[in-house]
């Protein structure tokens, strides 16, 4: 399915879904015969639940990480879309990965009734929906049948009245900062906000070198990885490809560098034509639509700088503490973008900006020609690169 028929069913059938459970809630509390009354007792088993996005399951690790320290003997099990397995894989914190394939709507809803069936089995003592305001998730964290869940709520988007717990999502604070605000409810205390760092497969770092190696790529070289892509939930979060190569061609003429385009196999057509624009190719090795997310984080690792649109691989790199360089527009940096001093972020903050967010589902209805994105300007971002970065490209003055 793509992302315009699951916004459909999240929003429709999910609000039905959500009110006639919520009836059927405020019944079974009534008769006192809801087992949630019990949410007391020794905690075994946690389901954590967060299906969009690799760059927002990035930003919850250190919520996932607390609360594997405060329960460091309990089960915790992560329920996400079967797209997600990987990074799921790769940030260790969790014991057990339950998938739902969304390719189809037939198998979306056989594998949902499956993984509902199987969850029930499990007699989870608690539910943490990592999801902002998805209905779909709130209902499967309600027929989850757990002894205790908690979910965001919001005024604004209403999704039922099926969980105990609820913590209000604050669209003032960093994604992360919510994720945490989230678990604390729970008396959950974090030892540390910073991201955890994604484990890097020793296969696919066998992969990555062999390509190094064939490419006559050496650890001395100066690696500027660049992702010019974002996911198709909203396009409109792609700083133009003119102003990508402006950007590389100034950095390639005055550096000696090598540039790693990446993307996935969706972005390669789109990838493909933005080589036609860069002068130097012979430095350039395109891997789009080439690596799957463990090799990415091999790559990502031997990176020197990251250019990137606000994406996954964005937060993938700010987690292995690469230095990136991102640019915002129709979403808000103060909610995801990289935090700290290793990062530059462009964000012109004009009047309609940003025009995301997750009341309106993330839907871009954009009447300003996407000039967010346009009025960043390339040498602008070059100059601010050679200033920041220095100490990173001046020994490699061509």
Known sequence: MNIKTMRFIDKYLGTLGCFLLTISNKASLIFNKNYRCNGDGKVDKILMIK??????????????????????????IFLTFLQNKEICE???????????ESSSLSRFIYQTIKVLAYLRRLRLDLVVD?????????IMTYLSSARKAAEFYSNILWRGDLSKIKVHYNCYFHVTENFLNL????GVKEKSQGLSRPLVDAEAKKKIGAIFKSHNITPNDILIMVNINSSDMARERRWPKE????????????????????????????????????????SVL????????????????????????????????EALDIPTVSFFGPETPILYGPRGDKHLVYYNNLLCSPCMNI??????SCMMDNMCMKTIDADDVYDAIEKKYGYVLNNHKI
């Open 51 to 76: 299906f969009w996005g690799i760059g927002s399951i990035i930003l919850a690790t250190p919520a996932i990480r607390a609360v594997r320290e405060r329960y460091p003997t309990a089960e915790i």
């Open 90 to 100: 790769s940030i260790g914190l969790i014991d057990e990965i339950i998938t739902i």
């Open 130 to 138: 990592l999801e902002f305001l998805a209905r779909f998730s709130s």
């Open 183 to 186: 678990v604390r409810i729970l």
């Open 243 to 282: 102003k990508f190569a402006v950007l590389i061609n100034r950095l390639s003429k005055e550096y000696s560098l090598k540039i790693i385009l990446i993307g996935g196999k969706e972005d390669k057509d789109y990838v493909d034509s933005f080589l036609d624009l860069l002068k130097l190719k012979n």
């Open 286 to 317: 395109n891997l789009a639509g080439k690596t799957n997310i463990k090799e990415l984080i091999a790559l990502l690792e031997q990176c020197s700088i990251f250019i990137s649109n606000d994406s996954g691989p964005l937060h993938i790199a």
């Open 359 to 364: 009341h309106n589902n993330k839907l871009v």
